[in-house]
């Protein structure tokens, strides 16, 4: 699991260099089964039950879709998110942790600012 979770800091602080952040997330996807940004997969035609159809989907938010990262009455949410994200990070390191370490809470909040950037690409409801 450490060694997943180095990978994931390394991911994160690579989000400013394209060509590395590509690289990384190929890795998580070849190495570790984890696909950061879309889910591809197979589901019954609507149109036809008895056939299956390929589906790609948007991902990589940890959020429940855009909105909870740009509106005003979410802020709530995110706090919580954040906080959340900064607690479970830290019981990776330290399952016996009471509160987040604040390496972790610098962490998280790369991460949500990660998530953000996508959401900005995501389709709306």
């Known amino acids: 699991m450490k060694e997943l979770l180095d990978f994931c800091h390394t991911t994160v602080d690579s989000m400013d260099d394209r060509a590395a952040l590509a690289k990384n997330l190929g890795t998580l996807a070849y190495r570790y089964g984890i696909s950061a940004f879309i889910g591809i997969g197979a589901s019954p ?52 942790a009471l509160e987040a370490t604040e390496a972790n809470v610098a962490l998280a909040e790369k991460v949500y600012k990660l998530e953000q950037s996508l959401a900005e690409a995501h389709m709306t409801r």
Do not use: N, W
């Open 45 to 96: 035609d609507k149109m036809d039950s008895d056939h299956s159809i390929a589906q790609v989907s948007q991902g990589g938010l940890g959020l429940p879709d855009r909105d909870y990262y740009f509106d005003e009455d979410k802020e709530e949410q995110r706090t919580a998110y954040k906080k959340c994200l900064a607690k479970m990070l830290t019981l990776l390191e330290d399952p016996a």
